[in-house]
T-cell receptor, first 114, second 110 residues
Framework: DGGITQSPKYLFRKEGQNVTLSCEQN?????MYWYRQDPGQGLRLIYY???????QKGDIAEGYSVSREKKESFPLTVTSAQKNPTAFYLCASRLAGGNTGELFFGEGSRLTVL | EDKVVQSPLSLVVHEGDTVTLNCSYEVTNFRSLLWYKQEKKAPTFLFMLTSSGIEKKSGRLSSILDKKELSSILNITATQTGDSAIYLC??????????FGTGTSLTVIP
């Protein structure tokens, strides 16, 4: 079945550690996105990528890094520089171009910093 | 600055009630507005609206866009407990960044 797979679903991290969240899609979508969701704040854009080997910062990119070496993969690294990393992280994808096409979401990864 | 605002932030109703959720936006070069339902994890797509005044309908859910007022409403009639969720509104800008509102948390009591 086509879709977006995020892993791990739950992750615990000690302060000062970097962690990488995986996002893989087999929808042949060009664009991929990472959002952070906190209670009462909706979804905030961290990074997005419209094509392979290119990505742009969103509104809250500080303390995060991404890569887009393959069309189907867009991993997110939460670095130790991110001051408040405990959150729910959602990866999404869509066909690029035009004004049609909704975002498809993965099931999310919940990161807790101990 | 592009932004999307949803109201109310939360709503508690009884089964059978009708609810109206609001979304207003200020996004440069508006093209479309999308509604999503989020129950536990992944938001699921409900509607995409591009033309003003044309209602989109799916079962008990319907939505309409008003480009003059820069807003959209999502109506749910004869609510059921399964409608309990967070409802999200999103608007893409010309750079294909999708701006989301804070969401409306709907709780339907049996």
């Amino acid at each position: 079945d086509g879709g977006i797979t995020q892993s791990p679903k739950y992750l615990f991290r000690k302060e000062g550690q970097n962690v990488t969240l995986s996002c893989e899609q087999n929808l042949n979508h060009d664009a991929m996105y990472w959002y952070r969701q906190d209670p009462g704040q909706g979804l905030r854009l961290i990074y997005y990528s419209q094509i392979v080997n290119d990505f742009q910062k969103g509104d809250i990119a500080e303390g995060y890094s991404v890569s887009r070496e393959k069309k189907e993969s867009f991993p997110l690294t939460v670095t130790s520089a991110q001051k408040n990393p405990t959150a729910f992280y959602l990866c999404a994808s869509r066909l690029a171009g035009g004004n049609t096409g909704e975002l498809f979401f993965g099931e999310g990864s919940r990161l807790t910093v101990l | 600055e592009d932004k999307v605002v949803q109201s109310p932030l939360s709503l508690v109703v009884h089964e059978g009630d009708t609810v109206t959720l609001n979304c207003s936006y200020e996004v440069t070069n508006f093209r479309s507005l999308l509604w999503y339902k989020q129950e536990k994890k992944a938001p699921t797509f409900l509607f995409m609206l591009t033309s003003s005044g044309i209602e989109k309908k799916s079962g008990r859910l319907s939505s309409i866009l008003d480009k003059k007022e820069l807003s959209s409403i999502l109506n749910i009639t004869a609510t059921q407990t399964g409608d309990s969720a967070i409802y999200l509104c999103a608007v893409p800008n010309t750079g294909n960044q999708f701006y989301f509102g804070t969401g409306t948390s709907l709780t339907v009591i049996p």
